[in-house]
């Protein structure tokens, strides 16, 4: 059996979904509404057409995303499929710092005392 791909134009917001960068369609609308969808640079709306070749900037939980679209997909496809419609150029994370560990109160512990306050500020670095 064939794969859905093809090399003529489809939708960025059925593209995104069928490349699994969001859950659904409608997800991927929003996001393209809310402008966390470019294309080639520019904002992308909903029903704009993406052709092999065009650079996605996508923000997923956060993150900047940066896809270059390989073959367009219409329908949602298995994950290996989908793994070779698109090219993620984006650029590793930097490494975590070492962050000292900040005190955890218990939850439902009520408000801080003053004195409390005090050592949390002192501890942050915030000391008057």
Not at 44 to 58: L, M, T, W, Y
Request: glycine share 6%; charged share 35%.
């Amino acid at each position: 059996m064939p794969t859905p791909t093809s090399d003529s134009p489809v939708r960025i917001d059925a593209w995104l979904w069928a490349v699994r960068q969001y859950k659904t369609r409608s997800a991927a609308t929003a996001a393209c509404r809310a402008g966390h969808v470019r294309v080639n640079g520019e904002r992308a709306k909903a029903a704009q057409s993406v052709r092999p070749g065009d650079e996605v900037r996508v923000r997923v939980d956060g993150f900047d995303r940066q896809l270059v679209v390989r073959a367009t997909l219409v329908k949602r496809v298995s994950a290996t499929i989908a793994a070779t419609a698109v090219e993620d150029r984006t650029p590793p994370p930097p490494p975590r710092e070492s962050v000292a560990i900040l005190p955890v109160r218990e939850r439902g512990a009520g408000r801080p005392t003053k004195r409390e306050r005090r050592d949390l500020e002192k501890l942050r670095g915030r000391e008057a």
